[in-house]
């Protein structure tokens, strides 16, 4: 069974910029075939889906929100997935949580992922 950790949050000011990883341990080769999603979710706002990976790296989705200012990538030599996410501005605020084992259907659909990491935290000031 696969664990997840995210790392990298922390706090900036609108227009900075962080980058997340999610590393993986154990059952690397399951998760090397797996979609990896990562989902943000603000206080007394709904989980929301904002970029996911599939298996080669060149399979790529992203919420209307961060489309051109997100970036997800995977490097599978390390078990970890990144999210690159620039020009930030406050409405970015949230916990970031990554997902894979995806059980199909819609990638930005949290029910249908089986393992999810503690979450990291996104701060961004105006």
Request: net charge positive; hydrophobic share 30%; glycine share 8%.
């Given at each position: 069974q696969v664990q997840l950790l995210e790392s990298g949050g922390g706090s900036v000011q609108a227009g900075g910029s962080l980058r997340l990883s999610c590393a993986a341990s154990?059952?690397?080769?399951?998760?090397?075939?797996?979609?990896?999603?990562?989902?943000?979710?603000?206080?007394a706002k709904e989980r929301e889906g904002v970029a996911?990976?599939?298996?080669?790296?060149?399979?790529?989705?992203?919420?209307?929100?961060?489309?051109?200012?997100?970036?997800?990538?995977?490097?599978?030599?390390?078990?970890?997935?990144?999210?690159?996410?620039?020009?930030?501005?406050?409405?970015?605020?949230?916990m970031y949580y990554c997902a894979t084992y995806w059980l199909g259907g819609s990638w930005s659909d949290g029910s249908r992922y089986r393992t999810w990491g503690q979450g990291t935290q996104v701060t961004v000031s105006s």
């Open positions: 154990g059952a690397f080769g399951a998760f090397s075939r797996n979609r990896v999603t990562w989902f943000r979710q603000a206080p996911s990976i599939y298996t080669g790296g060149d399979n790529t989705y992203y919420a209307d929100s961060v489309r051109g200012r997100f970036t997800i990538s995977r490097d599978n030599a390390k078990s970890t997935v990144y999210l690159q996410m620039n020009s930030l501005n406050p409405e970015d605020t949230a």
